[in-house]
């Protein structure tokens, strides 16, 4: 643990919010003046009670909901003074992967369809952990889901034709494939079957491991963001109440 934390603090911050507040209307304050870093190749996890902000913190973050105050920065650029276009764009270097897959996927596409979506809305090409530039659209899809333990031929189906886990594996093939800064993980498994659940976090970590990413882990299962995080943040009432090392949680239970 303290070697991966040297190594950690060596990496260049990826992203750190500071003082991030947000008031529903009706005045319901659902985040009150967070702050924290993540990163590169970091894992960071926020746990809470329920209703305690996290998912309105994740969608602040991610500029699916706007903050009222506070900074957000992005690899080094202040993503709360851009203007909404340069904000839809920077957006694209975050990827976030949620609690109910079927959510994520457009019933009317083929998995080879959604999976190639921010792929081409980007514009961009093969991923450069795939390797060769010159690789048809199939292949790249396909070696996305050879990345996720999915065969090829999943490629023609449609989402209903996919268990959860699997369409899990593909909503976490389709973050990683435009190479994210960030990617946000909102209570990845909880819908999933517990023999299920080990297994998409074992492949979460893989990937982490491999193409050194960085994650924001949002999760109430602490035996979850204990396996996956090096550090943890907790959430009550909007506020945040303590900062630690995962170890650390479980050390003092
Ligand atoms: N659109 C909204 N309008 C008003 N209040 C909202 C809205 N969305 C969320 N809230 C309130 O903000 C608080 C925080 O909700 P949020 O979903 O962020 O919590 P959470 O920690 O992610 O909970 P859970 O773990 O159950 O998903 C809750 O009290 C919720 O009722």
Redesign the pocket.
Known sequence: MQLLQISNLEQPEVLRLKNVWKT???G?Q?VKGISFCIRRGECLGLV?E????????ARCLLALERMDEGEIWLNGRPLHKLTSAQLYQARREMQAVFQNPSGSFNSKLTIMDSLLEPIRCQNKGCPSFLGSPGMSEWKIASSLLERVHLPASYLDRYPSELSGGQKQRVAIARAISVEPSLIVLD?PTASLDVSIQAKVLNLLKDLQEELCLSYLFIS?DLSAVHFMSERLTV?QRGEMVDVCEGKDLFDSR
């Open positions: 529903y209307p009706g319901y659902a809470g329920s209703g305690s902000g996290k998912s309105t913190l209570e109430h959430m």
